[in-house]
């Protein structure tokens, strides 16, 4: 009985040790604190659809960095709105490539996985090329995010037919199709046979729960397609809104996305800055809260430290306490958690 009443009094105290260490271990200063590299070097190869960004570290200058292929979503041509995300994993240590691959909306659905692949195989080239050591292409992590998830996907299928380097992982926000952006013949499924993807390949995807046009019925539709990939392969995460007084975090299409201006680059024609230079903490933005930290952030690196050499990350598919955590409110209650699904049980 003494026992008995001894556990049950130290297992708040317990919870709360491991809130406590969840809120920190993704906390906004837990991630500035990760950073090894303090500016970030920029190239643009090529113009307009052909167009793609380099962003390297530098300071210390990186060798066998892994790569991180980023697909936009559709009109995302300006790398702003993942900006801080981009400044992220590039000053942890990735060489990162984003594809322009499109000129608005006259490109077509069908074109765009062609145009990126073919961006992402010059800025490549030109990498290799530059200095053959600065990166490890067998440590290579495709992202994706609505229209840039379907590419991503097509590139996982057949990587060699574009020039690019396999994954080791593939992450997929909000993902989307053609027929979110375009009707007719041009809305017809631009996503491949994803069902022959490599049975050994981790394909993570999340969206938001209020993404109900776009991610959410596409994550769910992706999902039932990959139940050929081991339960430790493939990972469906939905993240909710969440209120507090007058807080508000709506798990939106847009949710993935957290702008930092130093990355605005609207003409894919212009030149740009050779280098980006650190600043003091993150820039502030209603998009940038707790489903970046806790959520998509979170998976980001995780899985880019298992394609630079980590530990496999296990918990990361499974229903674990931190794949749920998103977080805490200013006040210390917990956001609501986010949902696992699994359309292959």
Known sequence: MLLLLLQLFLLP???????????MRHAP??????????DVEVLSVGNGPMRAYVF??????????????????????????FGALIDLLVRRGAVLIYPVYQDGNATAPQDVTRLA?????????????RNPEQIDTNRTLYIGFSMGAAISLNFALAPQRFGLPAPRAVLLFAPGDAHHVAKGEAARSIIGPIEQLPVGLPVVIATGAADTGIGLPTARLLASRLCHLPADRRLLLIFPSDQNGDKRVLAGHGSPGAPDSRYDFPDSRATVPNAIHPREGFESSPSLNQLDFYGYWRLAGRLLDWVGGADYPQSLFGD??????????????PYTPASIENPCS
């Open 13 to 23: 105290v317990a919870r709360a040790e491991d809130i406590d260490t969840l809120t």
């Open 29 to 38: 200063e837990a991630w500035l604190a990760g950073l090894k590299h303090k």
């Open 56 to 81: 390297m570290p530098r300071t210390p200058a990186p060798q066998g960095a892994p790569l991180v292929l980023l697909n936009h979503g559709w009109l995302g041509m300006n790398p702003k709105n």
């Open 117 to 129: 692949g073919q961006a992402s195989a010059a800025a490549l080239a030109l990498l290799q090329m």
């Open 320 to 333: 674990s306490p931190e794949n749920r955590f998103l977080g805490r409110w200013p006040d210390g209650r």
